[in-house]
């Protein structure tokens, strides 16, 4: 590198600080007389033991500072200038210390000299800094190039001499994704119990589930699956950890965030989004954020955000208290290209290539109170609320990025609230619009349906029968075109079923069914579609109806008394129901077939958690699975005849069972008529010489026993004296 042959002097303010600071006059200070307490080494070894281990590479202390090249030649009437244009730079990344800008001067001309010191309070600022600006263009002329200070000492140890590199064995590592290949096609789940974390395999044909991986005190607050399976991330105290495998679950990486609160992965796994806040000591002052984003493989931060909460809240007045979770959110796909937060009247739309501001500049949305990203395309859904008294109408617009083109625009009016819903796909959003009557004394709910992947966008207003019926929950049909409701006032509220699609195709919203007085205030479709729970969480005490969309009928009732949370495995086959430490009481969880059959019950108390392990999605092509679906037939007889052998394999451990069980009572029959036998003369002299045991042979004899208890003596009156 040409930048290595420039001299490099060392900032002096940061020479000597230690002694400077001690008062120490170290040219007086006589280091052969200096005598260690016995036993103590402070530290440092003595030269006469042996070094066994290597020597290790000491940090020089420098790790915080980065230097900058290729920073504009100026005279020194406009030093100050150009230095606060590169403090506005760098200064947006971290701290800059005090006095921890330095810009060399030429002794002769005054000119700068091109470069400059930038100290940060830590190195993971600085580092952050020389990966974001490395390369940052100013202008035409001027292309930064940032060094590491301590760079320089590592480079000038490089030999001149080349020395060809050691080639040492390859050891493949883990597959990560081997848990996918399980030969039954069996799904993982995750709980927390106790002090314990658990993996188990989900096998429903033993009718229990089968352990894989415990460890006790793995996590301090939770655990999260990645967004595609691969990777169990764990929190801790100094930060967060994540760790892969099928059953081994070896750690893969350390994310150093201390006091780490929150987790967020990006939707392809390549990023993760740490969260942590900490309360100020002056009550006065506002409470302090830190979010990172961390590279997965390699755990690297690639920025950092710090601020106050209300920097961070979700809104556009920007000073709502406490803060929105995730505070980023990614933009639809694998490809983890894009991530937004909303602020002030704008959303700051970030690119990971560079992890800096796309085009260098926000979205301005006056007053943008929310927004979502379509689930598989880089479309951004937003609302800004009404404005100017009520002047200005309410609206959802729908931009392209990175182009930012408004790609539909609809006008609302008379609006209190406002919620989107997006279907799996990115086919449709669906827009619920709380809106006041003309009294203003109360509101009415209605949906604004969005056909996405159509010409020019088309939407379709939906109102329910009865406008005033409060709307409880909402659900897309996952990769489907349907979507159900539960609406009403009293405590059996209805549940209507929708489709985007018309029986004459005519591209109309049409109702499929309407069924009435439900116990559910929850809705929870298969991840395949086509078959949904109906639960009813909390107040309604974990009723559940599982329900056949296709045919429109009900297939199961069932409960599971005081459920809080309910979560269907990945490939829709089975369900999960948990009454977690929200009670005290009946903690554990169930786990039931796709049409409402229990398979087994596992009580744990203190119960924290059940997460089913994500399965990335199928690399068969639509056509293929669509085959499959119609040969189904075909494919299921493997299936069945797996399935007939596990029921002849779990009817022979049956009988097994029972005979063993048979084998182990008569085993305790007999011990106890030995151990009788043995007592047999013990049990005749109890019984007065009586040789039999039989209490046939006895022969019963009344007894009848007096006993004086008490004697008393009473004179008794009779009137007798008031006659005389």
Same mark, same amino acid.
């Given at each position: 590198?040409?930048?290595?042959?420039?001299?490099? *002097?060392? *900032?002096? /303010?940061?020479? =000597?600080?230690?002694?400077?600071?001690?008062?120490?006059?170290?040219?007086?200070?006589?280091?052969?007389?200096?005598?260690?307490?016995?036993?103590?080494?402070?530290?440092?070894?003595?030269?006469?033991?042996?070094?066994?281990?290597?020597?290790?590479?000491?940090?020089?202390?420098?790790?915080? %500072?980065?230097?900058?090249?290729?920073?504009?030649?100026?005279?020194?009437?406009?030093?100050?200038?150009?230095?606060?244009?590169?403090?506005?730079?760098?200064?947006?990344?971290?701290?800059?210390?005090?006095?921890?800008?330095?810009?060399?001067? /030429? #002794?002769?001309?005054?000119?700068?000299?091109?470069?400059?010191?930038?100290?940060?309070?830590? @190195?993971?600022?600085?580092?952050?800094?020389?990966?974001?600006?490395?390369?940052?263009?100013?202008?035409? &002329?001027?292309?930064?190039?940032?060094?590491?200070?301590?760079?320089?000492?590592?480079?000038?140890?490089?030999?001149?001499?080349?020395?060809?590199?050691?080639?040492?064995?390859?050891?493949?590592?883990?597959?990560?994704? /081997?848990?996918?290949?399980?030969?039954?096609?069996?799904?993982?789940?995750?709980?927390?119990?106790?002090?314990? $974390?658990?993996?188990?395999?989900?096998?429903?044909?033993?009718?229990?589930?089968?352990?894989?991986?415990? +460890?006790?005190?793995?996590?301090?607050?939770?655990?999260?699956?990645?967004?595609?399976?691969?990777?169990?991330?764990?929190? !801790?105290?100094?930060?967060?950890?994540?760790?892969?495998?099928?059953?081994?679950?070896?750690?893969?990486?350390?994310?150093? !965030?201390?006091?780490?609160?929150?987790?967020?992965?990006? *939707?392809?796994?390549?990023?993760?989004?740490?969260?942590?806040? !900490?309360?100020?000591?002056? #009550?006065?002052?506002?409470?302090?954020?830190?979010?990172?984003?961390?590279?997965?493989?390699?755990?690297?931060?690639?920025?950092?955000?710090?601020?106050?909460?209300?920097?961070?809240?979700?809104? =556009?007045?920007?000073?709502?208290?406490?803060?929105?979770?995730?505070?980023?959110?990614?933009?639809?796909?694998?490809?983890?290209?894009?991530?937004? +937060?909303?602020?002030?009247?704008?959303?700051?739309?970030?690119?990971?290539?560079?992890?800096?501001?796309?085009?260098?500049?926000?979205?301005?949305?006056?007053?943008?109170?929310?927004?979502?990203?379509?689930?598989?395309? #880089?479309?951004?859904?937003?609302?800004?609320?009404?404005?100017?008294?009520?002047?200005?109408?309410?609206?959802?617009?729908?931009?392209?990025?990175?182009?930012?083109?408004?790609?539909?625009?609809?006008?609302?009016?008379?609006?209190?609230?406002?919620?989107?819903?997006?279907?799996?796909?990115?086919?449709?959003?669906?827009?619920?619009?709380? +809106?006041?009557?003309?009294?203003?004394?109360?509101?009415?709910?209605?949906?604004?349906?969005?056909?996405?992947?159509?010409?020019?966008? #088309?939407?379709?207003?939906?109102?329910?029968?009865?406008?005033?019926?409060?709307?409880?929950?909402?659900?897309?049909? @996952?990769?489907?075109?349907?979507?159900? %409701?539960? !609406?009403?006032?009293?405590? +059996?509220?209805?549940?209507?079923?929708?489709?985007?699609? &018309?029986?004459?195709?005519?591209?109309?919203?049409?109702?499929?069914? $309407?069924?009435?007085?439900?116990?559910?205030?929850?809705?929870?479709?298969?991840?395949?579609?086509?078959? %949904?729970?109906?639960?009813?969480?909390?107040?309604?005490?974990?009723?559940?109806?599982?329900?056949?969309?296709?045919?429109?009928?009900?297939?199961?009732?069932?409960? /599971?008394?005081?459920?809080?949370?309910?979560?269907?495995? *990945?490939?829709?086959?089975?369900?999960?129901?948990?009454?977690?430490?929200?009670?005290?009481?009946?903690?554990?969880?169930?786990?039931?077939?796709?049409?409402?059959?229990?398979?087994?019950?596992? @009580?744990?108390?203190?119960?924290?958690?059940?997460?089913?392990?994500?399965?990335?999605?199928?690399?068969?092509?639509?056509?293929?699975?669509?085959?499959?679906?119609?040969?189904?037939?075909?494919? &299921?007889?493997?299936?069945?005849?797996?399935?007939?052998?596990?029921?002849?394999?779990?009817?022979?451990?049956?009988?097994?069972?029972?005979?063993?069980?048979?084998?182990?009572?008569?085993?305790?029959?007999?011990?106890?008529?030995?151990?009788?036998?043995?007592?047999?003369?013990?049990?005749?002299?109890?019984?007065?010489?009586?040789?039999?045991?039989?209490?046939?042979?006895?022969?019963?004899?009344?007894?009848?026993?007096?006993?004086?208890?008490?004697?008393?003596?009473?004179?008794? &009156?009779?009137?007798?004296?008031?006659?005389?």
């Amino acid at each position: 590198m040409e930048t290595m042959e420039m001299p490099v *002097p060392v *900032p002096p /303010h940061r020479l =000597g600080n230690d002694i400077q600071q001690l008062n120490i006059d170290i040219s007086n200070v006589d280091l052969d007389s200096i005598q260690l307490p016995p036993g103590e080494d402070f530290g440092i070894k003595s030269d006469d033991e042996e070094e066994e281990e290597d020597s290790l590479e000491f940090e020089t202390g420098f790790g915080n %500072i980065i230097v900058v090249y290729n920073l504009p030649v100026v005279p020194p009437e406009k030093c100050e200038k150009l230095e606060g244009v590169v403090r506005k730079i760098f200064g947006q990344i971290g701290t800059i210390r005090e006095r921890g800008l330095w810009m060399p001067i /030429h #002794p002769e001309t005054q000119k700068s000299q091109g470069y400059c010191f930038i100290e940060y309070n830590t @190195p993971q600022e600085a580092q952050t800094a020389k990966d974001q600006t490395n390369g940052y263009k100013l202008d035409k &002329s001027h292309i930064f190039a940032v060094n590491m200070f301590d760079d320089f000492d590592k480079y000038m140890k490089v030999s001149n001499e080349w020395i060809p590199p050691e080639t040492k064995a390859y050891t493949p590592g883990e597959n990560l994704q /081997h848990w996918l290949t399980d030969e039954k096609g069996r799904d993982q789940f995750v709980i927390r119990a106790n002090t314990d $974390t658990e993996v188990y395999w989900n096998d429903p044909r033993q009718l229990k589930p089968d352990l894989v991986y415990r +460890r006790g005190y793995w996590t301090e607050s939770f655990v999260q699956w990645s967004s595609l399976g691969t990777y169990l991330a764990t929190m !801790h105290r100094q930060g967060a950890a994540v760790w892969g495998g099928s059953t081994t679950f070896n750690r893969l990486m350390r994310f150093a !965030h201390p006091q780490v609160k929150l987790i967020d992965f990006s *939707p392809g796994e390549k990023f993760l989004v740490t969260y942590s806040s !900490h309360e100020p000591i002056n #009550p006065r002052d506002t409470q302090r954020v830190t979010l990172n984003i961390f590279e997965v493989r390699t755990g690297k931060v690639l920025r950092e955000f710090k601020g106050s909460a209300d920097d961070f809240a979700t809104g =556009g007045t920007g000073g709502v208290a406490g803060v929105s979770w995730p505070v980023f959110r990614w933009a639809g796909g694998r490809d983890d290209k894009y991530f937004a +937060r909303i602020g002030k009247n704008a959303i700051s739309v970030y690119e990971t290539d560079t992890m800096s501001l796309l085009d260098k500049k926000s979205l301005k949305v006056d007053n943008v109170m929310d927004f979502s990203w379509s689930p598989t395309d #880089p479309i951004l859904a937003l609302f800004v609320p009404e404005g100017g008294g009520g002047n200005q109408p309410a609206k959802v617009s729908l931009v392209q990025i990175p182009g930012r083109e408004e790609l539909r625009q609809k006008n609302l009016f008379s609006v209190s609230d406002c919620k989107m819903y997006w279907q799996s796909n990115g086919d449709y959003l669906a827009v619920k619009v709380d +809106r006041y009557t003309k009294t203003k004394k109360s509101t009415y709910t209605g949906f604004e349906l969005f056909r996405i992947k159509e010409r020019d966008i #088309p939407i379709e207003v939906l109102e329910l029968e009865n406008k005033n019926d409060k709307i409880i929950a909402f659900a897309w049909e @996952p990769k489907g075109h349907r979507f159900a %409701i539960i !609406h009403g006032d009293g405590p +059996r509220p209805d549940v209507s079923f929708y489709s985007m699609r &018309s029986p004459n195709n005519v591209g109309r919203v049409s109702k499929l069914a $309407t069924i009435k007085g439900k116990q559910a205030n929850s809705l929870y479709w298969s991840p395949i579609g086509r078959f %949904i729970i109906l639960a009813g969480l909390k107040t309604l005490n974990g009723l559940l109806e599982f329900y056949n969309v296709d045919e429109l009928e009900t297939m199961a009732t069932g409960e /599971h008394f005081m459920a809080t949370d309910i979560e269907w495995d *990945p490939t829709g086959r089975y369900a999960a129901t948990a009454v977690t430490t929200v009670h005290e009481m009946e903690n554990g969880f169930n786990i039931w077939s796709f049409n409402g059959k229990l398979l087994y019950r596992i @009580p744990r108390d203190h119960f924290y958690q059940l997460l089913w392990r994500p399965r990335p999605p199928s690399l068969l092509s639509p056509e293929k699975e669509e085959e499959i679906s119609k040969n189904l037939r075909k494919y &299921s007889k493997k299936y069945e005849a797996e399935d007939q052998d596990v029921s002849l394999l779990l009817s022979e451990q049956d009988r097994e069972k029972r005979k063993r069980l048979q084998e182990e009572w008569q085993g305790w029959v007999n011990e106890w008529k030995r151990f009788r036998e043995e007592e047999k003369l013990y049990r005749q002299e109890l019984r007065d010489g009586e040789p039999s045991d039989e209490e046939e042979e006895y022969e019963a004899e009344e007894v009848e026993v007096e006993e004086l208890l008490d004697v008393a003596e009473e004179i008794a &009156s009779f009137g007798f004296e008031q006659m005389d």
